[in-house]
């Protein structure tokens, strides 16, 4: 596997634990109460983390499969990527993002 590849896919398994061990630190039966109308229950967040990472992995796969068939070169970059990723613009929760 690609090393860039196998750097992102290990950030996502991490960052994915952390949200599910947060996530198991509430009781079941409270995962599908809001806060308030306008938020989203631990459920809804959940689901909506599970589609968004699926769409997104069918998405790369379709992007990469067309570029090689269309002949382009295998990535020859080992770099590290994660420093150009914004993980505190997601992260920052005294910012609300509205989905």
Do not use: Y
């Amino acid at each position: 596997m690609q090393p860039r590849i196998a750097e992102l896919l290990l950030f996502l398994d991490h960052e994915r634990a952390d949200v599910l061990r947060a996530a198991s630190a509430l009781p079941r039966e409270r995962w599908i109460e809001r806060a308030t109308d306008d938020r989203w229950s631990v459920a809804e967040i959940l689901w909506h983390l599970q589609r968004t990472e699926a769409n997104i992995a069918g998405l790369i796969t379709k992007r990469t499969s067309k570029a090689r068939a269309e002949g382009h070169p295998a990535e020859s970059n080992v770099s590290s990527v994660l420093e150009s990723l914004d993980a505190d613009m997601v992260t920052d929760r005294t910012r609300r993002i509205t989905s």
